[in-house]
């Protein structure tokens, strides 16, 4: 069966250490989107991708990036981690027509920096 | 997006129908009611979703009222698993993927 996988499920790192969250789907999805989820604030988009080679940032993009080199899989890198991206990570998939927008998500990552 | 409504919390037994309602009074024509769910620690799981119809899958069904400004996500046979927030999405579907906005939600409670 089509998954969305992400790795690793747990982490936890310093102040100012380079991460990198894997998101890999099966779906063959052209839409990757990441998420993160805290406390009071609900999920909130921080890049997003409809192809290969194409990625926009979201609403709280500000230290992470993210590349798109093939269909299954969106990196989300946190170029230099700080404590207040200590968060639960999302990364979704979509394939959209005028009548669905369905995302699909992994299990999530919940990253921890010290 | 519309606007959506929910009731903040919600029980019900095990083995009867779960009945989650949510109020979109500003809808507009070409947006879609869509029903996600999340399992605590677990990502957002799609659930249904429905322009005017009725709909019903594997997992729940979703009645629409005729005026649009409210719906009804309907889990026939509750278990122990089903205990979730709900949260009901009102999106326009324009061709081009979007991002999810999820409110609060209904927290649902499934006890023996």
């Known amino acids: 069966d089509a998954e969305i996988t992400q790795s690793p499920r747990h982490k936890i790192t310093e102040t100012g250490r380079q991460v990198t969250l894997a998101c890999h789907q099966t779906?063959?999805?052209?839409?990757m989107f990441w998420y993160r989820q805290d406390l009071g604030h609900g999920l909130r988009l921080i890049h997003y991708?409809?192809?290969?080679?194409?990625?926009n940032k979201g609403e709280v993009s500000d230290g992470y990036s993210v590349s798109r080199s093939n269909t299954e899989d969106l990196p989300l890198t946190l170029e230099s981690a700080a404590s207040s991206q200590t968060s639960v990570y999302f990364c979704?998939?979509?394939?959209?027509?005028?009548?669905?927008?369905?995302?699909?998500f992994g299990p999530g990552t919940r990253l921890t920096v010290l | 997006d519309a606007k959506t409504t929910q009731p903040t919390s919600m029980d019900c037994a095990e083995g009867r129908a779960a009945n989650l309602p949510c109020n979109h009074s500003?809808?507009?024509?070409?947006?879609?009611v869509y029903w996600y769910r999340q399992i605590h620690s677990q990502g957002p799981q799609y659930i249904i979703h429905?322009?005017?119809n009725n709909e019903t899958n594997e997992m729940a069904s979703l009645i629409i009222t005729e005026d649009r400004k409210s719906s009804t996500l309907i889990l026939p046979h509750a278990t122990l698993r089903d205990t979730a927030v709900y949260y009901c999405?009102?999106?326009?579907?324009?061709?081009?993927?979007?991002?999810?906005?999820f409110g609060t939600g209904t927290r649902l409670q499934v006890t023996l």
């Open positions: 500003t809808i507009s024509g070409n947006e879609y």
């Open positions: 991708s409809y192809g290969v080679q194409d990625t």
């Open positions: 999405i009102v999106r326009a579907l324009t061709g081009t993927a979007s991002k999810l906005t």
């Open positions: 979704a998939s979509s394939d959209t027509t005028l009548s669905t927008d369905t995302q699909y």
């Open positions: 779906w063959n999805h052209n839409n």
């Open positions: 429905g322009l005017k």
